[in-house]
């Protein structure tokens, strides 16, 4: 049976329903979208602060774990990949009795990605555009590992408390030329790559950010991200989750975006 709590990571009660009787709890909500430090530390780190007080003034054996980012290896780069280390901080220091686990994902796509599969889509059409190093390489994991990797963890009866990465198992990662091959090969055209100057986005990310605080909304693309964007390594492995939990991820890259609904490459059928 599914009980639903309304609320907020802002109120104390709806958070104090929503541990009560747990076993486990799975904190995903966050923000990635902003044009200030306050606006990210807000959810991304307050957030994390007042479930755990809940779960530890409870006095409850929940265990609690929580989605952070790979963004959180780099906390210098962006106000998001800042929020996020100092979300994992939190636990770190605060967490006392309260049995914990900070799950680092890179690259998140799959069936209801909103941020990355745009670029699929524009690639489809036979341009890659680069933000980057077309050599820069990057880890990935398909939505569905992802939350097999959390259910991995509920059946897990004894961890180590800690920060920990997952990604699809590609050994290294992948850059920006191999994924275009992919592309190319779902979609069965030519994909050229296209290099973005930089002052281009450059200009585009600061007229962005002074629009949304002139406008009130939370942007997307801002000088942080792309500091984020053409960071040369984002690759991480599963190794020390894997020891702990005994999962394994399914599904890589091509075989995931084929299975993504939403643009020319979706294939919900085997290819021969």
């Given at each position: ?20 009787n ?25 957030g ?26 780099e906390?210098?780069?962006?106000y998001?990949?800042?929020?996020k ?9 605060e ?25 699929f889509?524009?690639m ?8 980057g190093s ?25 961890f180590?408390?800690?920060?920990y990465?997952i ?17 190319a090969r779902?979609?069965?055209r ?15 990310a ?20 792309l ?29 995931g ?16």
């Open positions: 049976m599914v009980t639903r709590v309304t609320g907020s990571l802002e109120d104390t009660s709806s958070l104090e329903a929503l541990v009560k747990a076993a486990a709890v799975v904190h995903c909500a966050g923000t990635v979208r902003g044009a200030t430090q306050q606006q990210f530390d807000r959810v991304n780190v307050e994390v602060r007042r479930l755990l007080r809940v779960l530890e003034n409870r006095n409850t054996s929940a265990r609690l774990l929580t989605l952070s980012s790979l963004a959180a290896r906390p210098q780069l962006s998001y990949a800042a929020s280390y100092k979300g994992e901080q939190v636990l770190i220091n967490a006392g009795k309260v049995s914990w686990l900070a799950l680092r994902p890179p690259a998140v796509y799959g069936p209801g990605d909103r941020e990355l599969l745009p670029l889509r524009f489809a059409r036979g341009i890659a555009p680069l933000p077309p050599q820069a390489r990057f880890s990935m994991v398909f939505v569905a590992d992802l939350a097999d990797a959390v259910l991995a963890w509920l059946r897990c009866e004894h180590n408390s800690g920060v990465t990604d699809d198992g590609t050994a290294g990662g992948y850059n920006w030329l191999e994924v275009r091959a992919i592309v779902l979609c069965q030519p994909v050229r790559t296209v290099r973005i100057p930089a002052w281009l986005l450059d200009v585009a600061h007229v962005n950010r002074a629009a949304s605080r002139l406008l009130g909304y939370a942007p997307m693309l801002t000088p942080e991200k500091r984020e964007l053409r960071h040369p390594d984002w690759v991480c492995d599963s190794n020390k989750f894997i020891e702990q939990t005994g999962w394994k991820p399914a599904v890589q890259l091509e075989e975006l084929r299975l993504t609904p939403g643009w020319p490459g979706y294939r919900p059928e085997p290819v021969n």
